[in-house]
């Protein structure tokens, strides 16, 4: 099986970064989101389409790992990587890079749930997420 990977170029605003010209902290979990929403772009798999139905898909967890600072002016890339489960969740694998030297930035992974429109937790994955692994041949 593939890997359903996407990658989003970012570049570093003056508003992202500390006094030190260094990448605030808070500012990574807006970088996974666009991947995130790259990702959903590519695939078929859009918050528009959540919202459609009648679905939230919220985070409940987010884990970095730091490995050299960003800094104002770099255009690093972004690379979100599906990673498959049984699990009514989806979960990503992200790396933050320099696309020219390969140098790795930063290393994370989210995992978001099911929610219906009453903020219930759906203990089963929704019938279209399940379609949607069958079309992307995950199931």
């Known amino acids: 099986m ?3 990977s996407a990658e989003k170029r970012i570049e570093i605003r003056f508003s992202e970064v500390d006094m030190m010209g260094v990448v605030w902290h808070g500012a990574y979990a807006k970088y996974l989101e666009d991947a995130r929403e790259a990702f959903g772009l590519r695939y078929g798999l859009s918050y528009a389409r959540y919202i459609s139905e009648s679905v939230f898909a919220p985070i409940v967890e987010l884990n970095f790992s730091y490995r050299k600072p960003l800094r104002y002016g770099m255009t690093p890339l972004v690379r979100i990587t599906y990673r498959p489960t049984d699990a009514a969740k989806i979960v990503f694998d992200y790396v933050i890079l320099d ?6 930035f930063l290393k994370a992974t ?6 219906d429109k009453d903020y219930t937790l759906l203990w089963d994955a929704p019938a279209f997420y399940l379609e949607w692994k069958k079309h992307m041949g995950l199931i």
């Open 99 to 104: 696309p020219g030297s390969g140098d790795v």
């Open 110 to 115: 989210s995992v978001q749930v099911f929610m």
């Open 2 to 4: 593939d890997l359903l």
